[in-house]
Each structure stands twice: as C-alpha cells, then as structure tokens.
C-alpha cells in the first residue's frame, strides 16, 4: 500500500497564477483533509471532507478551493496564487489505524509563491 | 487565542534521559489526544493516543491525561538521538471532524 500520496512534492508559482495539488489514499479512509504548515504556527485546516461527496471548510479556507473526487482523491486548488499562501501543504486521511481518528499524512507539497 | 498550546523549545535532553513534553488546550469538550512525531523535511506519525484520564504507555513512550486540568503530556524514557524530532500535540472533539493541532516543541537529544 502506497498509503497516502500527493503531487507535486515541489512547486513554484507566481502571484496570481492558479494550480491544483492532488491527494489520493489507498487505505479506503472516508475522511480526507487538507492542512498548511507554517513555521511556528503548526498544522491549520483549510478543509476536510467527512466522507465522499461532501467537504467542509476548516480553520483557513480563503483563497482555496477543494473538490472530492472520489473515496480515494480529494485535490485543493489555489485560483490565485499569493506570496501569503507559500508554505508546505499536508493531505491526510482518517478512518482506520491504531485509532479510528488516527491520520496518515502524505509526503508534503512545498509551495513557494512569488 | 490559541487552542492547543506548546511550549516551542527546543527541548536539550541527554542521551538515556527522560523527555517530558507539555500541552494545554483550551476546548472543554475535547474527547480525544494525540502525539504526533515530525523529522525534520518530513510528514507527521502519530506515535500516541490516549482518550482517558491517567498514564498510557507504549514502550519508551508514556502519554498522561488530566482533563480537569485540561493537561496531556508526553513522557519519553531513555531517550535516544534518534528521538530528536518536533512532537505536535493534537486534540479532537467528540463527533467533530477537525483536530486540532499545537505548533509543536522541537526535542533535541544530545548524544
């Protein structure tokens, strides 16, 4: 099992250029999710889809948008890119495990805006 | 304000010391508690959980719960380099999707 993967692991925009960064899970997880990660600030939700077909916003969804595609994928895509939004993103899964709430995260996605 | 805090280091311990890390979280109806160990460049690995008050313990690994305090720590025994990493304390309300997660406290283990 490849467990959780996302592409790109590298990516470089300018501002206001738009992109989408893509997740799949193979572990037949409902939940999925989106996080930043920013030094010093932890891991921030942008989104997170309970189960297929629906998807919530979480702590920081300006300027993002997120689609479930199925039970395996669920991409996030910035429509305009801005410097505030370099930072590395996380996708993660939920749903088995250990702990039913325990998440598997995918490699990262490092995203610099200029 | 923050909901889930940590101390951010970075925490020097000795190579066979005890590693104690602290978080506090200001949600009263949080129901479960996570470790999560981060290396550096690379993607969070939940090491612990624990859902009720007490000590849990798994290996060199001890994670305590007081929820009157609203209080979880992490206690690492015999800590070895190999445990240098950021540990991120992650909180979750019951019937919630979202958790919570503290910016973390970086250890460092000095051989």
């Known amino acids: 099992n490849a467990g959780v993967t996302q592409t790109p692991k590298f990516q470089v925009l300018k501002t206001g250029q738009s992109m989408t960064l893509q997740c799949a899970q193979d572990m037949n997880h409902n939940s999925m999710y989106w996080y930043r990660q920013d030094p010093g600030m932890g891991l921030r939700l942008i989104y997170y889809s309970a189960s297929e077909g629906t998807t919530d916003k979480g702590e920081v969804p300006n300027g993002y948008n997120v689609s479930r595609l199925n039970k395996r994928e669920f991409s996030l895509r910035l429509e305009s890119a801005a410097p505030s939004q370099t930072s590395v993103y996380f996708c993660?899964?939920?749903?088995?495990?250990?702990?039913?709430?325990?998440?598997?995260f995918g490699p990262g996605t490092r995203l610099t805006v200029l | 304000q923050k909901e889930v805090e940590q101390n951010s280091g970075p925490l020097s311990v000795p190579e066979g010391a005890i590693a104690s890390l602290n978080c506090t979280y200001s949600d009263q109806g949080s129901q479960s508690f996570f470790w999560y160990r981060q290396y550096s460049g690379k993607s969070p690995e939940l090491i612990m959980f624990?859902?009720?008050?007490g000590d849990k313990e798994d290996g060199r690994f001890t994670a305590q719960l007081n929820k009157a305090s609203q209080y979880v720590s992490l206690l690492i025994r015999d800590s070895q380099p190999s445990d240098s990493a950021t540990y991120l304390c992650?909180?979750?309300?019951?019937?919630?999707?979202?958790?919570?997660f503290g910016a973390g406290t970086r250890l460092f283990v000095k051989a």
């Open positions: 993660a899964s939920s749903g088995g495990g250990r702990s039913y709430n325990e998440q598997f």
């Open positions: 992650a909180v979750k309300s019951t019937g919630g999707f979202k958790t919570i």
């Open positions: 624990i859902y009720s008050n």
